[in-house]
């Protein structure tokens, strides 16, 4: 891979760990803000859906943080845009779509035909 492409993808990443981190420093000081006391417990249990989803949320985004900072792991170590399982170049277009990939379109359709095959 070209030095400007991986430069590229280097500053995405970064550009999108920032803003999860920060989405996340968010989360966390709204949710240590004092709660309400609602006498309704309709609207109590409205809010507690709400925390439950931001909740899920962030946990789905704590994962992609981890998937990121692995991606500039890989970057940095010469292995980024190579297919884990083997060993070829993954497509550009790909890695536009999906930074963190670690397989090209064709293991990763194996995979998961796989996986659906298994019932997994």
């Not at 981190?21 to 859906?49: C, H, K």
């Amino acid at each position: 891979m070209k030095k400007k492409d991986l430069e590229y993808f280097e500053k995405l990443l970064r550009s999108q760990l920032e803003e999860l981190l920060m989405q996340a420093d968010d989360t966390v000081s709204d949710m240590t803000e004092p709660n309400e006391n609602f006498p309704d417990p309709t609207d109590r249990a409205s809010l507690e859906a709400d925390r439950n989803f931001m909740l899920r949320i962030r946990d789905r985004e704590s994962k992609l943080i981890k998937k990121i900072r692995k991606a500039l792991d890989r970057i940095e170590n010469g292995t980024f845009g190579i297919c884990e399982t083997c060993g070829e170049a993954i497509s550009m277009k790909r890695l536009k779509a999906r930074p963190v990939t670690t397989q090209c379109i064709d293991c990763k359709t194996r995979e998961e035909a796989l996986e659906k095959a298994l019932g997994l």
